[in-house]
């Protein structure tokens, strides 16, 4: 029987609530007994009730049978959503051959505001802050070294209202809001376990209000309880003081509604959070706790009454929030001074530490937080630049506490602990590793044990600079998204992790800070405002909304940003002259024993990238049917093509000139118009033969790239037959190289080649050199997709002679897709899985003419040719001596035998 469709999806979550689109978009996966399978249609419904739903009466939507292959992204079609609702819905299909399914299992989604006029809740604050005389009066100064300059942060602010209810409830839904970040609890407890919510954004243009579910934390009488901290929101950063939003809508079983709203009746307070920061870290003095200042009956009296403020534009916040996924035990315990006692947790990671302690009334435990530390085992600060990265513990003196900060966090490894009464052992504290949770799809395994470790050093720092926006670090004054970063490991980050969401999101950021001459900030959100970016930078905007479309099939993505795109291409074109663009800040950023690269010119990497917006501009107009738009960018990049190459094109991509002792060529120069093709048919071979000879030659298999031309390099040698030669230079345990950062000790990926342990340019955490893991999923696995949403892929692993086996599977949009090779004496077998709906090209590797191909213990090929037909697995061609078929969805296992 045809199971069937599950794991539905709603806007690319499971079950969402907090839906404030009037169309939302519903995905679904499959799956079949037979190969090669496609969906052929698919219904629809969606019910206001539960039972209606059981019943199968789609009383909201009912798309009737679709004649479609696509189970992707569908657009809801039904009748207007309301605000504040509950909807369910099923979905079942119809295979290639018109076999019917039953319906799924019932799925929801709910709305949140869909309509602003819902919002009935007032922004409110605490008085003194409107006025910037008395705000600064309670202002810490911290934080006057390095990027940030003065924090002025204020104390965190405690705010609580009590309400009661006398009937029986359906559903209640609670929409809040409160900048910097917010802790939300009801009835003495967190509502939910997000972690610095909410999402970090340009509040001046929007902020974020997050949708929970409270209909099992009410009761009779309840109190809220809301704690507000500075995050972003601060004067620094072009804000004024942390506000809080708050609507409680109730719907009881008779029917009627009531709401609970942030208003003048709410009550304000100072509470046992001090100085609170994302760069300071925390002071809480737990001489100070209010207890029961979150449940009802609370005597308040000597609290103040709130104040309604100004706020900001609301909108749903639809993706996953930070939450912690993992708890580290520290490894090491250590006292390098009498009173110092220094944790090593084994990882560089973000989060903070939980502590547990005991002791008299007033004693103040600190903590301090490093990637590194010095040989006689202090710690050393030089990565965290101005940040004073610091959280303090004040005791009450009851009994066993615990403590763990609310609204900060940090990059670290060791920990530096004083002022600890009595003697800490490992158990003392506990580190809490957080990001933004976005799921993970990717795995990869290999026979190689420096590629594993390369790719666990970074799955942690992809995850270390996810903290609602893509960061390029976690521990210093930074950790902001800066767009280079961001975009340069938007392929890694997608086959690792779910991103759209959080990629949809930091679109939005982008679109929300663009000028209106075009122009965008290097800074996204632009807490510093870098205007105009370096086109390296900028590209980001192009760069992931392309890479959205490619992996998750999302057209409304080009659709919504299209004209911002547009303009920002149009703003390239203003600053151009005869097609090239000699401004940039950056350019080849970080290229080994350098910040900024001598041997790749700025105007090379902006022209480049100038081009490749035109270029990826040119496809998007395409795909969302801009036709006029596509012809004139498709004759732009042309023309900026010939421009480049006319400039920079001198035998190879070579315009630098050397010292006499130093012959060698730009790496980057030559692989970024080799990987768009931009190479003119017949110099082609001289540039890659090249840049391969000086690989080898000049450079023994290392790298001579920054971050721009590492990003390119892997595919730019593999698509051009060098597999070999990158696979060497991934290897090399020799500087620079990442078996070199590993070998030094790195458990992330640090920002620069070389092994910098004092001030400056030195995070041990960065992404922005990640792209390699990209090259072990489509060419050691050997996974790429070759059309949007991984409708047609290729299988093509690399089988290096020292490796025994690899395999990698991603949850796609379209479901699993798995391939893993392994050697067993003279043979090699291939494991393959692909999803209902996509069809693979498998390159099989034929080293001798002879071999002998099987596939489920069928010979399907042998004496150099294909011997048994079948509509599974079609025969294309024989290629760089590889047999190529052509296979649909299900299991395959391919066994090659040599003689
Ligand atoms: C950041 C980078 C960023 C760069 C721009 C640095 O300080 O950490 O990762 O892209 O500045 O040059």
């Not at 949809?504 to 950021?509: E, G, V």
């Not at 659709?559 to 800040?585: D, P, Q, R, W």
Request: charged share 25%; proline share 4%.
């Amino acid at each position: 029987m045809l199971k069937p469709p599950y794991d539905l999806r709603c806007e690319y979550l499971f079950n969402p609530i907090c839906i404030d689109i009037r169309k939302p978009r519903f995905s679904w996966l499959l799956t079949h007994e037979e190969r090669n399978q496609t969906q052929s249609a698919y219904q629809i419904i969606v019910s206001s009730d539960k039972n209606l739903s059981k019943s199968e009466n789609g009383d909201v939507w009912k798309s009737g049978k679709i004649i479609s292959e696509n189970n992707v992204n569908i657009t809801y079609e039904g009748n207007p959503l309301e605000s504040d609702k509950i909807y369910f819905w099923r979905v079942k299909w119809w295979d290639k051959k018109g076999e019917e399914s039953e319906y799924s299992l019932i799925n929801h989604f709910g709305t949140a505001f869909i309509d602003d006029s819902y919002w009935k809740a007032k922004w409110i604050s605490r008085s003194e802050f409107i006025d910037k005389k008395t705000r600064r009066q309670l202002q810490y100064k911290s934080g006057k070294r390095g990027l940030i300059g003065r924090l002025r942060e204020v104390h965190a602010v405690y705010l609580r209202k009590e309400f009661s209810i006398s009937k029986e409830i359906e559903y209640a839904k609670a929409y809040v809001c409160g900048v910097g970040y917010y802790e939300f609890k009801l009835n003495g407890k967190k509502v939910g376990d997000r972690i610095l919510e909410p999402a970090q954004t340009d509040y001046n243009k929007i902020a974020l209000y997050s949708t929970y579910d409270i209909t099992d934390c009410l009761k009779k009488s309840n109190a809220i309880g809301v704690i507000l901290g500075n995050g972003r929101c601060i004067e620094i950063f072009g804000y004024d003081y942390p506000k809080l939003i708050l609507q409680i809508n109730i719907h009881y079983k008779d029917g009627m509604s009531e709401v609970i709203c942030t208003d003048n009746s709410w009550k304000i307070s100072n509470g046992p959070i001090q100085e609170n920061g994302i760069y300071y870290g925390e002071i809480y003095d737990a001489r100070l706790e209010m207890p029961g200042w979150d449940e009802p009956n609370f005597d308040d009296e000597n609290w103040r009454e709130a104040i309604i403020v100004d706020g900001y534009n609301l909108a749903s916040q639809m993706m996953q929030p930070i939450q912690i996924t993992k708890s580290l035990k520290p490894t090491e315990l250590s006292s390098p001074k009498p009173g110092t006692y220094v944790y090593d947790f084994g990882q560089n990671f973000t989060g903070y530490v939980k502590l547990k302690v005991f002791g008299p009334r007033g004693s103040e435990v600190k903590l301090r937080f490093a990637e590194l530390v010095y040989e006689d085992g202090n710690i050393n600060t030089a990565t965290i630049g101005g940040a004073p990265t610091t959280d303090k513990y004040i005791l009450k003196g009851e009994g066993i506490e615990s403590f763990e900060p609310h609204f900060t966090y940090h990059g670290f490894r060791f920990v530096d602990m004083t002022g600890f009464p009595g003697v800490p052992s490992l158990n003392t504290l506990e580190g809490l590793f957080f990001h933004s949770n976005v799921p993970k799809v990717g795995n990869f395994f290999c026979s190689n044990n420096l590629i594993n470790q390369i790719h666990t050093n970074i799955i942690w720092g992809q995850l270390s600079n996810l903290m609602s926006i893509p960061t390029d670090c976690p521990q210093r004054d930074e950790r902001h998204g800066w767009m280079g970063d961001a975009q340069l490991t938007v392929e890694e980050a997608i086959l690792n992790f779910n991103m759209v969401k959080f990629y949809a999101k930091y679109l939005r950021d982008i679109k929300l800070c663009q000028r209106g001459d075009g122009s965008l900030s290097d800074v996204v959100p632009p807490y510093w405002s870098f205007y105009p970016a370096d086109p390296a930078w900028g590209t980001a905007y192009i760069t992931i909304a392309w890479y959205l479309f490619w992996y998750y099939g999302d057209v409304r993505i080009l659709e919504e940003h299209y004209e911002g795109m547009k303009k920002y291409v149009e703003y390239l074109t203003s600053i151009a002259k005869e097609n090239l663009i000699y401004f940039g800040k950056y350019g080849d950023w970080c290229p080994p024993s350098n910040i900024v690269s001598r041997k790749t010119p700025i105007e090379l990497t902006s022209s480049w990238y100038y081009y490749h917006d035109v270029h990826f501009l040119a496809k998007i107009a395409h795909v969302i049917g801009k036709q006029e738009d596509h012809e004139y960018l498709l004759n732009k990049a042309k023309e900026i093509k010939e421009s480049f190459n006319t400039k920079f094109l001198t035998g190879v991509y070579d315009v630098v000139k050397h010292s006499p002792t130093d012959r060698t060529i730009s790496q980057t120069s030559n692989i970024l118009p080799l990987y768009l093709d931009m190479v003119p048919q017949g110099k082609k071979k001289k540039v890659l033969s090249t840049l391969v000879n000086s690989i080898k030659e000049d450079y023994s298999y290392h790298f001579d790239t920054g971050i721009i031309g590492t990003r390119y390099i892997f595919d730019v040698l593999s698509e051009n037959g060098y597999s070999d030669v990158i696979y060497k230079m991934v290897n090399q345990k020799s500087f620079p190289g990442y078996g070199y950062m590993i070998k030094e000790g790195a458990t992330t990926l640090w920002e620069r080649w070389e092994k910098l342990e004092a001030g400056g340019m030195n995070s041990h955490n960065h992404i922005m050199l990640g792209t390699v893991d990209t090259w072990f999923y489509n060419t050691i696995a050997g996974i790429k997709s070759l059309e949007p949403s991984w409708k047609l892929l290729r299988i093509k692993p690399f089988i290096p002679n020292s490796m025994n086996y690899a395999s990698a599977s991603i949850k796609t949009i379209k479901g699993f897709i798995s391939n893993s090779w392994e050697k067993l004496e003279k043979d090699l077998k291939l494991t393959i899985t692909i999803p209902v709906g996509c069809n693979t090209e498998v390159w099989i590797p034929i080293e001798e003419e002879s071999c002998v191909i099987t596939e489920g213990n069928v010979t399907i090929w042998s004496n150099n040719e294909n011997i048994k037909h079948s509509d599974d697995i079609e025969f294309l061609k024989l290629e760089e001596k590889h047999v190529i078929f052509n296979i649909g969805s299900g299991f395959y296992q391919f066994v090659i035998k040599y003689k």
